[in-house]
């Protein structure tokens, strides 16, 4: 073992003897610093990063400069101004500046707050505050945070949820559009969206009264779920059979959202507005940030009925902001190439889905890329010792991968990396592809 192994595997062990357990990836790294489309870790190994370090760093590793400078200027102003009793002029831009990439012809209202649970958390009061109904719904293999009240919507593990319940807030959980696994064995488009069908004609015919139903939580694309894409007209047909029953719709764009699939916010990919939306990792910009945005129709909260201690901290606003200026600046242009990156990406994933019998699917939307493993491709078998085996020797050779649902692996790039660093992250994501393809069919 070299002095730097040997150090990397000393703070693993100090970390483990120090942290409650955390669902760490399956390989050694310690991270240092990072720049653009690059991690490395404190032995200077130089990776391609292919997670945006959980969707957080859509706009490059570490930031902009721009970014970090803004962050250090406020930190020599002010840091903390308790937005929840005084006001402060830099949080009012930021949130001008942010809903005006919402969609037109509404009024948008904002609460900060410090994390995607919190965000959730946030919105799933105020649904019940303006629609005074208790209940909720939300999707199988969804994930929306794991604070007590956003774990009673998340639904993708086991290991989330066990030992943790009963969940005080009453919530029904239904299918979504997974097509390549479809609960119904039904395929689209001729199923005729029988996973809708399935909400009208069981839960809100059999489990409680929509009337009761305050709001239905859904991610555009599912993100810790693995990745997963639902059919474009979905949303329409779920949205039309909610606005039929006055239930809100709260589209949680925490990991979807800020640019990820080539929009702003995911769920314009589809055509729908959602009465509540969701933020935060990337919206931070490396810093700790949620944000519910509400549908002004609905008016306002009683004043002390939610509020944050640090929800709109002047350090971590200054660094969003920063960045949100440049996006806004930016956005078509950015659009534009995630889109062409994404179609890239998506082509070369689906290539190797036809050469490799251990990819059963190849999908996404934009540079929110996924590739679902399995041990056989007719009885769609998960292939999860592979999955790790193939994130393993990615890293070994270079390249940072998460794993997401129960055999699939994530990509989620910075959504300006360069294309040649992306064709070559891919390239680094095929070779271990084809030893693992190789291993598995005994070759």
Not at 329 to 349: D, F, P
């Amino acid at each position: 073992m070299t002095k730097n192994a040997a150090r990397i595997d000393n703070i693993i062990k100090r970390d483990k003897k120090v942290f409650l357990a955390l669902p760490r990836v399956p390989y050694p790294f310690v991270v240092d610093h990072g720049d653009g489309d690059f991690a490395y870790d404190v032995d200077g190994k130089k990776f391609i990063d292919f997670t945006s370090f959980i969707g957080v760093y859509n706009m490059g590793v570490n930031s902009s400069a721009k970014v970090r400078n803004a962050i250090k200027v406020q930190v020599d102003k002010l840091m903390h101004n308790a937005l929840l009793e005084f006001y402060s002029e830099l949080p009012v831009d930021f949130a001008e500046l942010l809903v005006s990439m919402f969609p037109k012809g509404e009024s948008w209202r904002v609460f900060l707050s410090n994390s995607g649970a919190e965000a959730v958390e946030a919105a799933m009061k105020f649904s019940n505050l303006f629609t005074k109904r208790y209940y909720n719904m939300a999707f199988y293999n969804a994930f929306h945070g794991r604070t007590k009240g956003a774990l009673s919507l998340t639904n993708s593990k086991v290991v989330q949820r066990e030992y943790f319940g009963p969940f005080a807030q009453g919530t029904i959980h239904v299918p979504y559009p997974y097509c390549y696994r479809c609960p119904f064995k039904l395929e689209y488009p001729g199923c005729g969206f029988a996973c809708v069908d399935y909400i009208k004609k069981y839960p809100l015919s059999k489990e409680v009264n929509p009337k009761e139903v305050a709001a239905f939580f859904a991610e555009p694309v599912q993100g810790e779920g693995g990745y997963v894409v639902p059919p474009m007209d979905y949303f329409k047909e779920l949205k039309a059979l909610l606005d039929d029953h006055g239930i809100l719709f709260v589209a949680d764009e925490v990991q979807a959202g800020y640019m990820r699939t080539g929009k702003f916010l995911s769920l314009d990919n589809f055509g729908v507005k959602a009465d509540i939306y969701t933020m935060a990792k990337a919206i931070g910009a490396g810093m700790p940030l949620g944000a519910t945005i509400v549908n002004g129709k609905f008016g306002d909260i009683p004043a002390g009925s939610h509020a944050s201690t640090f929800g709109g901290n002047l350090a971590v606003v200054a660094g969003a902001y920063a960045q949100l200026q440049d996006v806004h600046k930016n956005w078509r242009e950015i659009e534009a190439s995630i889109v062409a990156k994404g179609k890239m990406a998506l082509r070369r994933l689906k290539d190797m889905q036809e050469r490799y019998e251990i990819i059963g699917d190849a999908r996404g939307l934009g540079l929110m890329l996924a590739i679902e493993l399995v041990k056989n491709k007719s009885t769609k078998e998960p292939a999860t010792k592979e999955r790790t085996e193939i994130i393993k020797d990615a890293f070994e050779n270079g390249l940072l991968l998460l794993a997401a649902g129960q055999s699939t692996i994530r990509l989620a790039p910075p959504v300006t990396i360069d294309e040649g660093v992306l064709s070559k992250g891919l390239d680094i994501l095929e070779a271990s592809v084809k030893k693992a393809n190789a291993n598995m069919l005994g070759n």
